[in-house]
């Protein structure tokens, strides 16, 4: 059922996306367009792609625990006793293994594993964030422009106002005052419209920072996706889908097998060794007289051992190892909490920017009927040059928070769907390769060193570095 659920919340994701990208002007940028510059372009994504990588390594280096080490040991030394010279070389090579460890290597390998997992879905997080600030990035650009025009409109209609009210006084049916007002509000106008292209500004430098380029003509926004039902059921997919849940339960699972680990720490240890080695021996006595001696030999040993004993230590690391489990099942049921509250404040943001627009609606409405009242009765004498310019201004100011309310809409579907956990490239099937973090590991979680893997891993890392 869960499972459907996603099919039918992705599918509108998108139709709306698609939708955004027909019928449009001939270069203009859509939202899909912007959210996958941001993929493309994002450092923080390539950051978090090395610790990934970081983390498959620590897998591989667990496993290797478990094979031989073999090494090769060169020695020389030289002795005086009692007038004798004596010197020695040898060079040998040794082979080392664990045999047997009681289960200490098994329980290493499975942490660094569900640590892969962990920082997999820390990846799908920090993606998740990469896309939302390019959709913040886009729709306040998008609001900026707006802005612009609008204080760009009020501007020329505060001008021909500001004409008519010098006209008007020249000719002597209004006073100074009422010129005076006419201009303070030309300033005021003109003074709103630089803070706007400040605000543009601003706007498509954030936007250049999110995406790599800055803005071109930008689309209108798709339409916004589909929501669930109810707030519970997107709550519901949030707690199965979201990255941070996921990760957070991946870290609970290493800490309950750390408090194994630490258990483990007080098993027996098998280690095996073997050792061939070639020896040279020299020396000399007071006389002259020298001797000389070449010895081959070869040993194999096995070694159990066992701390009875370690002052403390073990057990304190096996106390710290259960304090930590304990601390990281908080945390999932903290972070359970946080996302449940975040798709409850974007379901709320929608509700309420819903409601702010269909109230905006109604009061552009009442404040057009009212202005326009204004002037024509402002024509005949009955109203003030003031009163003409207050009438503006609140039509000015509904209009204005309109663009708000309707950015704010946009923004918070979004930002429900990021918490919800599905905004991620491959649900909103913006069409773009993405990265693979499953291809690393397959190259390394044999812990190659020169095979076939490891020509795999180089071409996987030559991959990387085209990306």
Not at 166 to 171: A, L, P, Q
Not at 187 to 199: E, I
């Amino acid at each position: 059922m869960f499972r459907d659920t996603l099919k039918r919340l992705r599918r509108p994701l998108l139709a709306a996306l698609l939708a955004g990208a027909t019928a449009l002007p001939a270069g203009a940028e859509t939202l899909a367009d912007a959210m996958v510059d941001a993929y493309r372009h994002s450092a923080l994504l390539d950051q978090n792609r090395a610790v990934l990588r970081a983390a498959d390594e620590d897998a591989a280096a667990a496993l290797a625990a478990l094979r031989p080490v073999l090494q090769w040991v060169a020695e020389y030394s030289y002795q005086n006793i009692e007038g004798f010279d004596g010197n020695s070389a040898g060079i040998g090579l040794q082979a080392s293994m664990t045999l047997y460890d009681w289960g200490r290597n098994a329980i290493a390998i499975d942490i660094a594993k569900e640590s892969v997992l962990g920082t997999r879905a820390a990846l799908v997080g920090v993606e998740q964030d990469v896309l939302l600030g390019a959709v913040q990035a886009y729709l306040n650009v998008r609001s900026a422009t707006e802005q612009v025009e609008l204080q760009s409109n009020s501007v020329r209609v505060i001008g021909q106002e500001q004409q008519a009210a010098t006209d008007r006084f020249e000719v002597g049916e209004i006073t100074q005052t009422d010129v005076s007002q006419a201009d303070a509000a030309l300033a005021a106008a003109r003074a709103s419209l630089a803070s706007a292209q400040g605000d543009l500004q601003i706007a498509r430098e954030n936007y250049r920072a999110a995406t790599g380029k800055m803005p071109g003509k930008l689309a209108a926004p798709p339409p916004s996706p589909k929501l669930p039902a109810t707030l519970e059921t997107a709550r519901d997919i949030g707690r199965r889908t979201h990255p941070l849940i996921r990760q957070a339960q991946r870290e609970a699972a290493a800490a309950e097998l750390g408090v194994a680990a630490a258990a483990a720490e007080r098993n027996p240890e098998l280690t095996g060794t073997a050792a061939l080695t070639k020896q040279h021996s020299k020396s000399q006595n007071l006389f002259g007289g020298a001797s000389s001696t070449t010895r081959d030999s070869a040993s194999v040993s096995l070694s159990l051992s066992q701390t009875i004993y370690s002052g403390g230590r073990l057990p304190a690391a096996h106390r710290k190892a259960m304090a930590q489990r304990d601390s990281v099942r908080a945390a999932l049921l903290n972070v359970s909490r946080q996302v449940d509250q975040a798709v409850g404040t974007a379901w709320a943001g929608i509700d309420v920017a819903r409601a702010q627009i269909r109230a905006i609606d109604e009061q552009i409405v009442a404040a057009q009927q009212a202005y326009d009242g204004v002037r024509e009765e402002a024509t005949l004498g009955a109203r003030t040059t003031l009163d003409v310019l207050d009438a503006e201004q609140s039509l000015l100011e509904a209009r204005a928070n309109k663009i708000t309310a309707e950015a704010n809409l946009q923004l918070a579907h979004y930002q429900l769907l990021s918490a919800m956990g599905l905004l991620t490239v491959e649900n909103l099937k913006l069409g773009i390769p993405t990265y693979d973090p499953s291809a690393y590991y397959n190259a390394v979680q044999n812990a190659p060193f020169t095979s076939r893997q490891g020509e795999s891993l180089d071409r996987v890392l030559r991959a990387i570095g085209k990306d």
